[in-house]
């Protein structure tokens, strides 16, 4: 199956089943809870991620961006934060107004497992766990119209 249908077949599919009949797709622009960044949930192949569009304080002092230094690929730690994948693989499961997926928390290089629940049309709350839920943080991420500027 070509990406394109793929992508199409998944967009369907979030929007039938991903979230309830009364509640938005998380697809779109959403604000962190702390205001320090944008992520861009989006369809990725068979699933939905979301990266990091704008940071309020995307660049160092020396005007050098921001960079993944906690990464435990060596590799990565080069690249920028913004424009990294933040959470990903998130699907529907057990229940249909949720999707799972995990989340990246670049403050410890870790990723853990996600929960994303919608909240309302403007409003999603996302929960990081290791393990079982109840050992986890949740926060409400705010959907913003427009990008600003500044990535």
Known sequence: MRHST?????????AAVGFSANAAAPYGLWMTA???AIVEIA?????????IVWMANAYE?????KRD??????????????GITLVGDLMPREREAELYGFIY???????????VSSLADD???????????????????TRVAHRPSGC
């Open 61 to 65: 002092d020396d005007g050098s961006p």
């Open 34 to 36: 702390n205001k320090r």
């Open 105 to 115: 928390n670049p403050r410890d290089g870790k990723k853990y497992s996600a929960r």
């Open 123 to 141: 409003k999603i709350e996302m929960r990081g766990f290791l393990g079982l839920e109840i050992f986890g943080k949740s926060e409400t991420w």
């Open 43 to 51: 369809p990725c192949s068979d699933s939905a991620c979301g990266r």
């Open 6 to 14: 793929v992508t199409a077949l998944c967009a369907l599919v979030f």
């Open 69 to 82: 230094m906690n990464n435990p690929d060596e590799s990565l730690r080069s690249q920028p934060l913004c």
